[in-house]
């Protein structure tokens, strides 16, 4: 499975057109979970939940409120030949096995382990890539098959310019990922 970042979600990130929302503490909210973002955060649900590719439906995205800063496309993926596995109940040898999935489904993007963020109990594989566009994260947990991805990046909303990742930028993402809840 390779990036997705398309045109239109960067064109939509520009305009900040309809369906964004700008408040103190915003939450991003699908039908499977929500993250708690700071004060400005943009959330765009342009698009959310139309079907991408036949085991990949796109979730929405969010954006910091500067450019080059961070921009986060949510995602929903199903893998059949993990639907009886989830990364919450296995044990550390699953949780292993499952980052070297990762890191070999993303090898040709130059995949580097960063780390497994926690969400209470809910576990995040979390890896930086570079790819022709430049650097990103990618983070999932997977449950039964489905996968909650997230697509990290920098940009100055030019879909095809990406801008080299600091720290701080890994640690906000990471701060995100903590916030994450299921919807009950």
């Not at 489904?105 to 960063?114: H, K, M, T």
């Not at 890539?129 to 947990?141: P, R, V």
Request: hydrophobic letters at 45%; a negative charge; aromatic letters at 16%.
């Amino acid at each position: 499975m390779k990036r997705f970042i398309s045109l239109f979600f960067a064109l939509l990130l520009a305009l900040s057109c309809l369906g964004c929302a700008h408040a103190e503490g915003v939450t991003f909210k699908t039908n499977y979970y929500t993250l708690t973002l700071q004060e400005g955060w943009t959330v765009s649900m342009e698009d959310a939940n139309s079907e991408m590719a036949e085991n990949l439906v796109f979730l929405g995205g969010f954006y910091a409120p500067k450019a080059k800063d961070l921009v986060v496309e949510a995602w929903l993926a199903y893998y059949e030949d993990l639907k009886d596995k989830a990364l919450w109940n296995g044990d550390e040898a699953f949780l292993q096995e499952y980052i070297d999935i990762v890191l070999d489904d993303y090898a040709e993007d130059n995949a580097v382990y960063l780390d497994t963020v926690m969400a209470d109990k809910i576990p995040f594989v979390l890896i930086k890539c570079e790819d022709a566009e430049g650097e990103y994260l990618y983070a999932d947990t997977m449950s039964n098959g489905y996968a909650i991805v997230f697509y990290a990046y920098v940009t100055d909303y030019d879909a095809e310019k990406t801008f080299p990742l600091k720290d701080a930028d890994i640690e906000q993402f990471k701060a995100i990922l903590s916030t994450f809840k299921p919807v009950k």
